[in-house]
């Protein structure tokens, strides 16, 4: 499971201790507002607030004989609160607990993602201002294209990585709701006004229109955005997985002193955070597509969401929460190897120069159909040869009629390429 790898603070929030601690709050806060509405005696609410406790081990004996997590957990507080507690649960059912306790838990791990995935982010704007001026090859479908910036890759990851946490806020937004309207959302034997009253308790809000469960469509929305987190984390570490590769060579992971790569070879340094990243964010898709079949339930209620969210909730938040760490020390800790970049950068011999050659030549009066042969021409004959695309397009006859070698060489200058980087740093925020 990966909560074995994950850091305490979002394992606290998915322990059989908090859940059964929330569940206990969830019930005395009802309670509160059931003796606020003159349905349950003052005193036998502090009475249960006095008594009222739990432990793990005995519910779980409990549930061994009933079959029932919710009736477990009642039967265990009864047995330490006394008399008082039949008004425990008065007139709700479990899921009344259950989906709010569960709404409580979301957002309680939401806001730990929320929190990481801004530092994230952070590192990697700092990054990028750092690089943003140092030149690397741009590929498109793996092949070398025009040139970027080091610095810019990674301002774009910044931009996205900014509506990640926007949807992640829309995400705690969407789940952060209590549901407290009894067996199939009616109402029929508790007031409106408890579940209002508990909603504000926890800062929720109130479900209002819901059957037995809240909709399983807040649910599939919450999952679903920790998948497109995930993909842009998973976007990332690829990026760095191609640029570790020894024929390009850009950048790679931190190889530690002590750190074996293999148990064969001694000399490999292999990419492995960013391979565990990419893993983990399958996983998380995966999450993602069971609470969309979750949203299909029969009538009022049925239970097959049930055992799925045990599973998904507490290792897509584990999940994603470990791999939004694991980039935050990757890109914090990313070597850098920019006389690799100007390597890579001339390895085509000034092919990626080719749009600014023809531009010249429609520029110069050919057409573009005209200008683009003459170009291709030449390029594929630098390809096959290794000769420079310079010297080629100079020596070309129909070029040098129209365009002298001066004009050509103020046109291959990766400068140009890249004079509105600047723009695009102010466009999204970044500045030094």
């Avoid at 009475?47 to 779980?60: H, N, W």
């Avoid at 006389?339 to 531009?359: I, V, W």
Wanted: net charge neutral; charged share 25%; aromatic share 6%.
């Amino acid at each position: 499971m990966i909560r074995r790898y994950s850091p305490a603070e979002m394992n606290t929030v998915w322990t059989e201790e908090n859940k059964f601690k929330i569940w206990l709050d969830v019930e005395i806060a009802a309670m509160e507002a059931q003796s606020q509405l003159g349905k349950v005696p003052v005193e036998a609410v502090e009475e249960v607030k006095a008594k009222a406790s739990f432990k793990v081990e005995r519910i779980e004996e409990i549930e061994k004989t009933v079959k029932h997590d919710v009736i477990a957990f009642l039967t265990n507080v009864s047995e330490n609160v006394g008399p008082a507690a039949r008004f425990v649960h008065l007139g709700m059912t479990s899921s009344d607990v259950l989906d709010t306790a569960s709404a409580i838990q979301l957002k309680q791990a939401g806001e730990i993602l929320l929190r990481h995935l801004t530092e994230l982010r952070s590192v990697i704007g700092k990054s990028s201002l750092m690089y943003k001026d140092v030149a690397v090859i741009g590929r498109t479908h793996g092949i070398h294209a025009e040139p970027v910036t080091f610095g810019l890759k990674m301002a774009v990851w910044y931009d996205e990585l900014g509506r990640d946490v926007s949807r992640l806020q829309s995400a705690i937004a969407e789940i952060s709701v209590a549901k407290i309207s009894g067996a199939v959302g009616t109402y029929s034997h508790i007031s409106p006004e408890v579940e209002k009253y508990v909603a504000r308790k926890f800062d929720l809000r109130p479900s209002i229109a819901s059957t037995q469960v809240i909709q399983r469509d807040r649910h599939a929305q919450f999952m679903t955005i920790l998948a497109v987190v995930a993909g842009t984390l998973e976007k990332m570490a690829l990026e760095v997985r191609h640029m570790q590769r020894t024929e390009v060579l850009e950048a790679e992971e931190p190889f530690t002193k002590g750190q074996k790569g293999s148990s064969a070879m001694p000399h490999k340094r292999n990419p492995v955070n960013a391979e565990r990243i990419c893993g983990i964010a399958r996983l998380i898709r995966s999450y993602a597509m069971s609470a969309l079949e979750n949203q299909a339930l029969w009538h009022e209620r049925d239970i097959s969401h049930s055992s799925v969210e045990r599973v998904i909730f507490p290792d897509a938040t584990l999940g994603l929460d470990f791999m939004i760490l694991e980039s935050t020390k990757l890109f914090g800790n990313l070597v850098i190897y920019p006389e690799k970049m100007a390597r890579n950068l001339k390895l085509t011999h000034g092919l990626f120069f080719s749009e600014d050659a023809l531009l010249k030549l429609i520029e110069k009066g050919l057409t573009r159909e005209q200008g683009y042969a003459i170009v291709q021409r030449n390029a594929m004959h630098c390809w096959e040869t290794g000769q420079d695309f310079l010297d080629a397009l100079v020596k070309d006859p129909e070029v040098a009629a129209k365009v002298s070698r001066q004009e050509l060489e103020k046109v291959f200058d990766v400068n140009t390429l890249l004079k509105n980087v600047d723009y695009i740093y102010r466009s999204i925020g970044l500045s030094e």
